[in-house]
């Protein structure tokens, strides 16, 4: 048997189908520092993140022990720094303000 669709039937059928597609991956929970410095940090560098971020900030850096730390290895030191984005996103909002984006390195 041989199903015959029209120009119509294939149209309500592909809008029936597109909202089960989903061709987006996911957003990872944990990114390296590198992998996601253009977009959380402006591009900045990453020694400027650390001074004028993680420094500045303790309190973001896991190894710290605070509640709802984000920043894993700040200063990478033997290890890649690892950010947790879904915390760090959050605090990135609330704490723009605070943050010299200005700041030159010294």
Do not use: C
């Not at 990453?46 to 710290?64: A, G, M, T």
Request: aromatic content about 10%; hydrophobic content about 40%; proline content about 6%.
């Amino acid at each position: 048997m041989q199903l015959t669709l029209s120009d119509v039937d294939l149209q309500a059928l592909a809008e029936q189908i597109a909202p089960l597609i989903n061709t987006t991956q996911p957003e990872p929970d944990w990114v390296k520092l590198e992998d996601i410095r253009a977009d959380l940090f402006a591009g900045k560098a990453k020694s400027w993140i650390r001074l004028y971020v993680f420094d500045r900030f303790p309190e973001i850096q896991i190894e710290n022990g605070h509640q709802g730390a984000w920043a894993k290895g700040a200063h990478g030191k033997g290890s890649v720094t690892k950010i947790y984005l879904p915390y760090a996103r959050k605090w990135m909002h609330e704490h723009h303000s605070e943050i010299d984006w200005t700041a030159k390195m010294p």
